[in-house]
């Protein structure tokens, strides 16, 4: 699933890594907005996209749910809202997300994107990284799967650290994806 502004690169690097591998199949694309580069890209690349509005919220979550019918695992990839409960209830364990830092740090709300990057650099930290976790109920609250860190040097802006973070992103997720499926 991607987000609205949806660039996609995780979603992109995550589908060529399913189609690469003989014992995965990519059950479809979920996306609120056809036009975004990322949908586009998936499109033109043959993958089976599927078109799930934010509009009209009231069928929001039993579109989605449709959606996913025919769906194992599910990975949230540049989502910036907050999932259905009832999605979240069906697939516990199955659904992860990546965000771009080491949580528990700079995570929750507002932290998403390149704001994560600025306030990661407002705190002078001097390493950051990627995380892959479990999606629950609490917003980058879920259980970790993977961490992959990075140094973040006295020269780094918002856009340098998240060009390095955004590389080790395309690195980690589908390692995480493996290592649920593997029960790791
Ligand atoms: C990625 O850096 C992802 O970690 C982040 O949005 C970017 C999406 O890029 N997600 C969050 O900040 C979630 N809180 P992409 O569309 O190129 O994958």
């Known amino acids: 699933m991607i987000g609205h502004a949806g660039r996609g690169s995780n979603m992109l690097a995550l589908a ?11 059950a479809t694309v979920i996306a609120p907005n ?3 580069p990322g949908v586009i890209a998936a499109l033109d690349l043959g993958y089976p996209v599927q078109h799930v509005p934010y509009e ?5 979550t039993s579109r ?39 949580l528990p740090k700079f995570g929750g709300k507002g932290m998403y994107g390149i704001h994560v ?9 001097k390493e950051s990284g990627c995380t892959v976790h479990h999606v629950s109920e609490i917003y980058d609250e ?3 799967i993977l961490k992959a860190t990075c140094p973040v040097l006295p020269e780094d802006t918002p856009e340098t650290l998240a060009a390095k973070v955004l590389k ?11 290592k649920v499926i593997d029960g790791e």
């Open 16 to 26: 060529q890594n399913i189609k690469s591998d003989p014992n995965m199949t990519l």
């Open 34 to 36: 056809m036009s975004a």
């Open 56 to 60: 009209p919220k009231e069928t929001y």
């Open 64 to 102: 989605l749910l449709e959606a996913l019918n025919e769906v194992e695992w599910v990975c949230l990839a540049g989502f910036m809202k907050l999932v259905p409960i009832a999605v979240i209830q069906r697939f516990r364990g199955r659904i992860m997300n990546i965000h771009p830092a080491l």
């Open 117 to 125: 990057h600025e306030a990661v650099i407002q705190a002078q930290e």
């Open 142 to 144: 879920g259980e970790v």
């Open 168 to 178: 080790l992103e395309h690195l980690s997720y589908f390692r995480a994806l493996q």
